[in-house]
C-alpha cells in the first residue's frame, strides 16, 4: 500500500484521516474521548471556552494490533516500542513528529473503571457507541473542565434512546450500572454534579442537557440491581470504589 500523506496539525481532521485509512485497510478503529465528541456532537464548537484537545485517542479489537502498529507507522507515527511490548494486549502508544499522542485501546477502556467494548465497536461509524462514550467520559472520577464540556455537547445534541433508537443507548448505560456499583456511584456523582452546574446556566444547551442527565440519573435509580450491586453497596464509600488511572506519557 502506498505511503499515505503528512500528519495534519488539526487533530480532528487527523483522526478523520487515520479513520479513512484504516478503513481503507480493512481495520476496525473507532475513536473514543474528547476527540469522538468533537465527530460526533458539533455543539462542543459552541462552548466558551473553546475546547482544546491535547492526544487523539482510539480503540480497536485484539489480534488487529500488528496491523494497527503498522498503520500508524505508515501514517508517519513513531511506536512507542517498549511501551507497545509490554502493554500491547490492552494498550498502544504512538507519537507523531510533533510529540502529539496518540492511544489505542485494545478491547477495553481501562481508567477509573473498566469499560469493555466487545462486539459493540463496529456499531456506530468513526467512534464507538454514543452510550459508550457517555460511559467513558462518566467514569472519570476527577472529571476535567474539558470533560464536562464534552458531556454537555453528547446530552445536548443527543437524545436519550432505548437500544433500537437513534441517540444515547440508555439501556447500555444501565445495564452496565445496575450490575456493577462502583460504576453506578460514578456515574449518578457526576451526572448530579453537571446536573446542577448545567440548571444553573443560562443557555439552551446546558438546560436540555439538565433535563437529559436528570432524566438519565432517575432511570439508573429506578432501574433494579443485581445482587453483586446490592452486596458491594453494603460496604458504599468505605472502600474505594474506582481505580487511580497511572499517567503515561
Not at 455537547?153 to 444501565?174: K, S
Request: charged share 30%; hydrophobic share 40%; net charge neutral.
Amino acid at each position: 500500500m502506498t505511503a499515505v500523506s503528512s500528519v495534519l496539525q488539526d487533530p480532528v481532521e487527523e483522526s478523520r484521516r487515520i479513520l479513512a485509512a484504516a478503513e481503507e485497510r480493512g481495520l476496525l478503529l473507532r475513536a473514543v474521548g474528547g476527540i469522538a465528541v468533537a465527530l460526533r456532537a458539533p455543539s462542543v464548537r459552541q462552548l466558551d471556552p473553546p475546547r482544546t484537545y491535547h492526544d487523539i485517542d482510539f480503540a480497536t479489537r485484539g489480534g488487529s494490533t500488528p496491523a494497527v502498529s503498522d498503520a500508524f507507522v505508515a501514517l508517519g507515527y513513531r511506536a512507542s516500542e517498549r511501551f507497545n511490548k509490554l502493554n500491547g494486549s490492552e494498550r498502544l502508544l504512538f507519537h507523531d513528529p510533533g510529540g502529539r499522542r496518540i492511544d489505542v485501546f485494545v478491547d477495553r477502556l481501562r481508567m477509573c473503571h473498566t469499560l469493555e467494548f466487545g462486539d459493540r465497536l463496529g456499531q456506530e461509524p468513526l467512534t464507538v457507541t454514543l452510550a459508550d462514550l457517555a460511559l467513558s467520559k462518566l467514569q472519570i472520577v476527577e472529571m476535567t473542565a474539558r470533560d464536562g464540556q464534552d458531556l454537555l455537547a453528547l446530552f445536548a445534541d443527543h437524545p436519550l434512546v432505548d437500544a433500537r433508537g437513534d441517540g444515547i443507548d440508555t439501556e447500555r448505560i444501565v445495564a452496565v450500572c445496575s450490575t456493577d456499583w462502583s460504576w453506578w456511584r460514578t456515574v449518578t456523582d457526576n451526572l448530579r454534579t453537571l446536573r446542577d452546574r448545567w440548571t444553573a446556566g443560562q443557555s439552551a444547551l446546558e438546560r436540555l442537557a439538565a433535563q437529559r442527565a436528570i432524566s438519565l440519573d432517575q432511570l439508573l435509580d429506578e432501574a433494579p440491581k443485581s445482587l453483586a450491586w446490592r452486596m458491594r453497596a453494603r460496604l458504599g464509600a468505605h472502600k474505594r470504589w474506582y481505580d487511580l488511572p497511572e499517567e503515561v506519557r
